[in-house]
Nanobody, 117 residues
Framework: QVQLVESGGGLVQPGGSLRLSCTAS????????ITWYRQAPGKQRDMVAR???????AYGVSVEGRFTISRDNAKNAAYLKMDSLEVEDTAVYYC???????????WGQGTQVTVTV
C-alpha cells in the first residue's frame, strides 16, 4: 500500500518547462508501475507517460519528444519533466501507482498545470 502526493504544478507560458514530482509513502514502491495521467475540464482523462516496474517507458503521442518520465526507487519518487509546453497541455496531472493483474491501485490528489500567454 502506498500514498502518493504530486507537486510542481504551476502557471507557465507556452514554450516553458515544469517538472512534476510524485512522492510515495509506503512499501514496495519499486514493484509498482507509475503512470502520469492528465485531465482537462470537460474532457476525459488521458495517459501521459508510464514507467513500469520492469523499466519500460511509454508516452502519449501528444507529449512524446517533449516530456520525460523518470523514477528514483531509492527515494520513492517519480518525476515528469515537461518541456516545450503548449496551451493544450493545461490540465490537472495525476500520479498513479498500480500492478498489472492486481486490483489495488493508488492515485495522488493531482497538481494543476496551466499554460497560457
Amino acid at each position: 500500500q502506498v500514498q502518493l502526493v504530486e507537486s510542481g504544478g504551476g502557471l507557465v507560458q507556452p514554450g516553458g518547462s515544469l517538472r512534476l514530482s510524485c512522492t510515495a509513502s509506503g512499501s514496495d514502491f519499486e514493484l509498482y508501475t507509475i503512470t502520469w495521467y492528465r485531465q482537462a475540464p470537460g474532457k476525459q482523462r488521458d495517459m501521459v507517460a508510464r514507467f513500469t516496474s520492469g523499466g519500460y517507458i511509454a508516452y502519449g503521442v501528444s507529449v512524446e519528444g517533449r516530456f520525460t518520465i523518470s523514477r528514483d526507487n531509492a527515494k520513492n519518487a517519480a518525476y515528469l519533466k515537461m518541456d516545450s509546453l503548449e496551451v493544450e497541455d493545461t490540465a490537472v496531472y495525476y500520479c498513479h501507482a498500480g500492478i498489472p493483474g492486481v486490483n489495488h491501485a493508488y492515485w495522488g490528489q493531482g497538481t494543476q498545470v496551466t499554460v497560457t500567454v
